[in-house]
């Protein structure tokens, strides 16, 4: 595998790919990745995982380190990779407005197709949701793990017929506080996470 700084042509002829080595690092330090060109035929497999996540906004203006170089992405993908690094060690990704070429049509349809064995042959596919507060309030990161812990409750929960949750899936405008309405007050904050999970905007995109 070959370190590369810039878009060289893959050989189309193989499972060719990019893969993203995303640099250890912490908030707010710049985020610096490696792009390793790799063969998925080779013995053994070269090991990634896979990021499905979002676009979101059309707006590239987020500086990363890519290589010996500086690029702009968007938004979202920079939240993630602030997230998903490391502290100590290389984290290694396959991500498709890093690993693809944009500029190059040929390439770009190539990989596309072929989209569907690379996230097959990933170690682990991440999905990436977004974040629901600004990168920098800290408090994000315990607020979700209390999310979390009070979702499990909900599997030992049995929904009382007549209770409108169960009405969120078809009416999209229901007040959330009608709908928690017969639930006791300790409950509101895990129904008020699944509540905002299934409606984050990436289960709204063409390819979900």
């Keep these: 595998m070959d370190i590369i700084s810039s878009y ?3 050989d189309t002829s193989k499972h060719e790919v990019r893969l993203v080595y995303l640099q250890p690092g912490v908030y707010p ?22 990021l499905s996540y979002e676009w979101g906004s059309s707006v590239f203006s987020f500086p990363i380190r ?9 938004e979202n993908l ?23 070429n944009q500029e ?4 770009r349809n ?35 793990l ?11 929960l049995s929904v009382p017929r007549k209770s409108r949750l169960s009405t969120l899936v078809r009416e999209e405008d229901i007040s959330f506080v009608a709908a928690t309405i017969s639930f006791p007050g300790g409950l509101t904050r895990a129904l008020r996470a699944v509540y905002d999970l299934f409606n984050m905007t990436y289960w709204k995109r063409l390819w979900i």
Excluded at 104 to 107: I, L, M
Excluded at 123 to 143: F, K, N, Q, T
């Design 78 to 100: 920079y939240s993630a990779l602030q997230c998903l690094r490391c502290k100590e060690v290389v984290r290694v990704l396959w991500i498709d407005a890093l690993c693809i």
């Design 146 to 156: 209390f999310d979390i812990m009070a979702m499990v409750t909900l599997r030992r």
């Design 29 to 50: 330090e710049t985020v610096e990745c490696e792009l390793i060109r790799a063969n998925l035929d080779q013995h053994p497999r070269p090991e990634y995982e896979a």
């Design 104 to 107: 190059n049509v040929v390439e």
């Design 8 to 10: 060289e042509a893959l």
């Design 66 to 74: 890519l290589g010996d170089r500086w690029v702009f992405v968007k």
């Design 110 to 144: 190539h990989q596309v197709i072929w989209m569907g064995e690379i996230y097959k042959r990933a170690a682990r596919v991440i999905i990436w949701l977004g974040l629901r507060d600004p990168l920098d309030r800290r408090s994000y990161e315990v607020g979700i």
